[in-house]
């Protein structure tokens, strides 16, 4: 009997252990990321709009979700970002984010209500309840017949409930009966029960039957610039092209022939390190950078004919050369070489224009005025 009772509880923790395992491999990676968090703490329905959710507002065109996520993480209960977007996907600057409870919301408001992102003051306020997604009494009627009357259309759904008002639009240069047509209940039940028959015959026709979304003041906006760039400028390629700059990885793929080596020794000439590499591939050149005064940095770039010989040189990381282990990487620049100035070409000379004679005024000679001189011309 307790060898029974000890297999079968034997059999029960490693049942238990598998059941776990499988749960742990089909639970998502908790990672630190916004996608990683979002998926992994899926969240919970928000109850209470105006307690529970803050409106965030004044956003610049460049501010998504996992920037806002990093933001509004400080606080303890974030479960969700929603940023808005037109049907471009592009930013309407303005977002709602979801907390568990009113405290935390009321701390995000005091905390983060004028703070800055990119130069841009940020406007943070508890969200107002907006309008309710579906009208509770009116019932939404399409594909309506073109003789359908107002009487046709009570005398179909007067058997769900009383019914306070039919509504069927025209157009209003012709007058003519624009096919659809709104059924308001004085009850919210007849609606349910009016919903259930899913299509009904009007004018002639097969008529669905819906419930009515309300019309909301919808109007076309689209986030700010940026402030800490100019207004005037193409502002998203101008961060596309910066960001790709610091990508190294990238900049690496642009310069896929060239290795970067440091820890360089200060006696290493170029002819040392064209040697030294020669023998991953052909070398097209070689690159010691070296200061003012002509003395080598310690570091300095190879250059090669292709990528796989490039590929090849990294193995010569922890090579010795000069006495020192060679660190060897990929290049995230191309060697260029600094601009010698120009020679001066020699002015021509200035052409000096013959002189010619200066009419002078006959000198008097030096006593009273008027006198005469006697010339001696021996």
Known sequence: ?????????AKAKAKAEAEAEAEAKAAPHRGSHY?????????????????????VSNLDWSVDEPHLWRIFGDIEGLTEVRLVRDFHN???????IDFKRSEQVSEAVEKFDGHLINKRPMRVARSLPTKPLF????????????????AEVRGVFVHHGEIKEVRMPTDP????????????????????????????????????VAR??????????????????P????????????QARQDPVKQASLNSTTVY???LAFDVDDDKLKAHFASAGEVKQVLICRNAHGKSKGFGFVEFMTDEEAQAALAFTDSVLGGRELLVSRSQRAITQKKQPAPQATPPAEKVAPSRPIDRPPQRAAGRPGARVKLDLG
Request: glycine share 6%; with cysteine; proline share 3%.
């Open 1 to 9: 009997a307790k060898a029974k009772a000890k297999a079968a509880k």
């Open 35 to 55: 996608h990683q968090t979002r998926l992994s703490n899926p969240p919970a329905k928000v109850t209470n709009e105006g307690e529970q959710t803050i409106y």
């Open 90 to 96: 592009r930013s309407k600057g303005f977002a709602y």
């Open 135 to 150: 009208e509770e009494r009116t019932l939404f009627v399409t594909n309506v017949g073109a003789t359908a009357t107002e």
């Open 173 to 208: 240069s012709t007058q003519a009966f624009k096919g659809y047509c709104y059924v308001e209940f004085t009850d919210a039940e007849a609606l349910e029960t009016a919903l259930k028959e899913g299509e009904v015959k009007l004018g002639g026709q097969v008529s669905q």
């Open 212 to 229: 009515s979304i309300p019309m909301k003041d919808h109007r076309h906006q689209t986030a700010a610039p940026r402030r800490d760039l």
């Open 231 to 242: 207004a005037r400028l193409n502002q998203k390629k101008v961060i596309v092209d910066q």
């Open 261 to 263: 080596v440091k820890n």
